[in-house]
């Protein structure tokens, strides 16, 4: 993470969401972003 807001998912927030995320598919490139930071970006607006 870069930067801290009130916003951001708590550790125990993104478990709960990360059941529902899909994985990233097989043979394909490997993931740059990590997806907490893609949730924290769109709950911060």
């Known amino acids: 993470m870069s930067k801290?807001?009130?916003?951001?998912?708590?550790?125990?927030q993104y478990e709960l969401l990360?059941?529902?995320l899909p994985d990233a598919k097989?043979?394909?490139r490997p993931r740059?972003?990590?997806l907490w930071d893609i949730l924290n970006a769109i709950f911060m607006f």
């Open 4 to 12: 801290s807001y009130p916003s951001n998912l708590t550790p125990a």
């Open 18 to 20: 990360s059941d529902l």
């Open 26 to 28: 097989p043979g394909g």
């Open 32 to 34: 740059e972003v990590d």
